[in-house]
């Protein structure tokens, strides 16, 4: 039987992939399911769905899935697990998103998994309450999910499928419930939105978050010996995460340049100070202009 603990630990600390594409289209409601799937291992699998990816621990003990999934993807996943594993063990650590792209527990609820978040982003949410729980937004019951029903506030240990696995809370960076997943036997780590792979990083001052915790988060990760997941896009290594690091520190150098001389946010935007990395970083939730105001703001409140 797998192994779980709730504890308090200090933060420390290419190989090809096999690309198994696994698309399967049905109906829930009226939405498609999609599911695309990375084997590193045939006990460690990373899911591609609409919202975002999901690293997946599966073998004897059951299945552990961090990440932010969709509800569409609930029922593929679910399949693909049980094609894996003979244990009913499902448990689900959701990292956290804004308000407006949150799909709950994504449905895992009612199939019996137990789903955990942290207690920062569970509450915006409605849950992790000293008395009784709000009612679902209307958007969450159109989807047929819950919120996660378990909270946690720094560590959990997860001991299954011979891999020790630790989510870490992090210091705040795109939000206070940022957590970084570290499957150590397999030298692989996920940070949520804090690495969001598709473009520049969120940093959301509404969910508490800053710029000093993004580079805080990812800077001790950038050596190439480690498999990155972003939150999505493809899984990559440390050396992606350097790059993208320098890219921020880069950034944000010049925009502190340009605030020293007095110059407004405007006058910064239009200076374009991330001109060379748009083809790469501008195609994300984050635009290129949106990404300097972060900065801006960020320094201006140091």
Not at 205 to 225: C, F, H, I, Y
């Amino acid at each position: 039987m797998p192994t779980f603990v709730f504890r308090a630990l200090p933060v420390s600390h290419r190989t090809p992939l096999i690309p198994l594409i696994l698309v399967l289209v049905g109906t829930l409601g009226v939405a498609a399911q999609e599911a695309a799937v990375n084997e590193i291992s045939p006990n460690l699998l990373v899911f591609a769905t609409s919202t975002g990816n999901v690293v997946c621990s599966v073998g004897t003990d059951g299945a552990l899935l961090v990440g932010i999934p969709s509800a569409a993807s609930t029922p593929v996943i679910s399949k693909i697990l049980a094609s894996r594993t003979s244990s009913p063990v499902r448990i689900l650590v959701i990292a956290p998103q804004d308000l407006a792209h949150s799909e709950g527990d994504a449905g895992w609820g009612k199939r019996g998994a137990v789903v955990a978040m942290h207690e920062n982003a569970l509450r915006r949410l409605g849950g992790d309450t000293m008395g009784v729980l709000p009612a679902l937004s209307p958007e969450f019951v159109k989807l047929g999910v819950d919120r996660p029903r378990v909270a946690f506030s720094e560590v959990l240990a997860f001991d299954m499928n011979r891999e020790a696995i630790h989510v870490v809370h992090q210091k705040p960076g795109y939000s206070d419930a940022d957590a970084l997943a570290h499957f150590h036997a397999a030298k692989l780590v996920y940070f949520g939105e804090v690495f969001p792979g598709d473009g520049y990083p969120g940093i959301d001052p509404a969910q508490g978050g800053t710029l000093d915790g993004v580079l805080k988060t990812l800077e001790s990760w950038t050596s190439s010996s480690f498999k990155v997941v972003p939150a999505r896009g493809k899984v990559t290594d440390g050396s992606s995460l350097k790059e993208f690091v320098d890219m921020i520190v880069t950034v944000r150098d010049r925009v502190h340049r340009s605030m020293q001389s007095g110059k407004t946010d405007n006058q910064i935007v239009a200076e374009h100070p991330t001109a060379e990395f748009d083809e790469k970083w501008g195609r994300g939730r984050v635009s290129a202009d949106a990404f300097v105001r972060e900065i801006y703001a960020a320094l201006k409140g140091q």
